[in-house]
Each structure stands twice: as C-alpha cells, then as structure tokens.
C-alpha cells in the first residue's frame, strides 16, 4: 500500500491535524519517516490555515480548501466538514508536490510551464487543485499542448462565505494552483452525471455576452417554450435547467451551462455563449444522477490501490449519500481493498483526449501503482 487517508472534525485545528495524520499513518504496515510523507490535505476553511501549515511544516505537503470533505464512511459537510489527510509514501513511488501563482503569468502559459516540468516517459499522472478565480480550463489546454501526461482533480471549494484557497509547503493564496506529480502509475476515471440530456442538438444562432437570442432561427424563449411540452419527466418542471455544449458526444460529456432566467424572448445564463455552438437541454434529475452512479461503478478495476473522488457541490446536495453508499457497495461485492478519500468541489478536473474540466458532475480517479521495468 502506498497511499492512505484519515479524517478528523474536531473543531480545534491541531487536534483535528493529528487525529487525521494519526490514523492515516497507522494502516502502513511500517510508518513512514516525515522526509518520507507526502501529504494532500482536504480542509474546511473554519480552521486557521497558519496553524494547519505549521502544523504539517516537517513534510513536503499541498492542501485546499472545501465545503466538504468524502470517505468511504461518507460525505461530511457544514460543521461536520473537517480535515482528511492523505499520504502518499515516498519509499513506494516518486512523487513531489507543486504550486504557482497565477498572478505572475496568462494561464495557458502557467499550463505549459507544468507540461515542461514533469515531462516524463513512464506511467505518471498530476492530481491538480486550483481556485474558481482565474481560468482553470486554459492552464489545462497548456498543459496538453505540450504533455500527454494524465490530469485528474478539482478545484477548491468554500462554504458560509468562507475563504479559498491552496496552499503548498508554507505559501498559500488564492491565486495558486498546484498539485502532485506521481511517478508510476495508472490512472482510469468513472464520471457521476448529474445532468439528464433531453431533445435534439440545435444551432444557436444569435447570441451576445451571456444572452441567447434566437435558437435555429427562433426567438429562444419562444424554441423553449416549444421543446417544453414534448418533456415527459415530471422532475424536469421542478429542477435547474443548462445549455449542455457538447466535449465529447461518443461518451456523452457535456460542458453545463446554467440557465438564469427565461423571458422577455431571452435565456439568460450564468457564463457568456457564442453564436454558432451546438448545443443541447439538460435539467438536474437525481433518478438519472442515482443511475449513473450505479452504472459507473459496475466495473471497478481490481487493481485499484487508491480512489479520489471530487464530487460537484452541486450533486452532492442532490445525490451525495447515495454515491458513497454505492461505490462502497461495489467494494464489497467485489472484495476490493482500495482506500478512497475526496472533497467537493467547483469543477472536476479528467483527462479524456486531454486534460479537460467538468461541471455537475462526480469524477472517481482510480490509481494504480504500474511496474517500472
């Protein structure tokens, strides 16, 4: 075993630091030495972050913050969201953390500069973290211009107004993005969808900013208005509609947008669309959301050694327990011995052809340690 996690929510910071180190540590066969620790740790923002880094200060470490935190024991949210701390034991893999600030340089750029650094021949991946202030998905496109290496994570999450941040061996900020390097391994993904497709694609064919105006020709309201009645769903009268542009239709992935409002002829969206993109309707639908979870996790590799499983705020609301419970389901009809550990999040990071960012999704990595001949 080279990855475990442990958790804790005691309200006092250096108490829930230890708790969750402790029990991390004591399912290693031989606890590793501090110099052989790497340490991802998941937060709460009710903790004093200069008490949670000094406390962590002997090993190498990357953290973020989140509105919640998930194990295989659950989802732990508002005042029983905590801190799970997660080694990585350095005498099994390579491994090192990472961080820059985003301040310094445009996006695609900090992308490519990680590209260069860990350019690597063998089996790797990065698990990234970032913040919901600056434009995560052109670090990505950097990152795979110039690497085919394998992207999966999250980014931060906050809740009550909180703040958000990464912080990374004594820096902490905002506007960071960091993560970890790991050497030698395998990773696969499961995608948890939230967002039941309905009806056709269609042209949209006059927008500006974040207004659609006309859809094939139509007023929008009006396209909407029309496509409505042939929805049989009960749930979808009562649920949060999206513009869903198409990532990859053969996998059905879907970029979602959230609708804002509908009138005066207009859809009003919560992000800017372009005239000319192909799209589709998609509602929230927890029976969908429920089945997806149960399909995805009908073939969980038997190799797996570790599971992170970055979860949408969004979902989790919805479907939360119910994902824990079914992943754990699979575990045991399959007597499979992976340890899992995640966060909830304000966007899933997956690499499909390459490094790409969802929305309203559940996204489950699966690691396995490959053999270096």
Known sequence: MFFSSG?????????????????ALEKFDTRPKNKEILGMIFMSPKYDPQQVMEFFKDIDFIGLTTSGNISLSGEYKGERSGITVNIIDKRQVYCETFSAS?????????????????KNPFNSSIILFACPFYDVSEI??????????????????????RPIFIFENGSIGSYMIGG????GVRTRHRIFQTCKIVGENFLITSAYENIIEEIEGIEAEDFIW????????????????????P???????????????????KIFLF????????????????????????????ALPEDTDFCLFVNCVARST?????????????????????????????????TLKKPTLLTYTGVLSLFSRMTIM
């Open 226 to 245: 029309g496509v409505s009645p042939i929805i049989e769903d009960p749930e979808a009268m009562e649920s949060s509609w999206f513009i869903a542009l």
């Open 140 to 161: 990505l496109t950097g990152i795979g211009e110039n690497s085919d290496i394998h992207v999966s994570g999250g980014i931060a999450s906050s809740d009550r107004n």
């Open 271 to 298: 992000e800017k669309i372009e005239t000319g993109k192909i799209a589709k309707l998609a509602f929230l639908s927890r029976d969908f959301a429920k089945n997806s979870a149960e399909s995805e996790t009908n």
């Open 7 to 23: 958790f804790s929510y005691d309200p006092d910071p250096l108490k829930a630091c230890q708790e969750a180190f402790e029990k």
């Open 318 to 350: 919805m479907v939360g327990k119910n994902d824990v419970s079914t992943i754990n389901k699979r575990k045991k009809s399959k007597s499979l011995k992976f340890e899992m550990s995640g966060f909830l999040s304000n966007g899933e990071i997956i």
């Open 180 to 183: 970890v390097f790991i050497e």
């Open 102 to 118: 985003v301040m310094s340089r445009r996006p695609r750029e900090i992308g490519n500069m990680i590209a260069e650094r860990f």
């Open 247 to 265: 990532i990859d239709e053969n996998q059905e992935i879907y970029k979602f947008i959230p609708v804002a409002e509908i009138h005066d002829g």
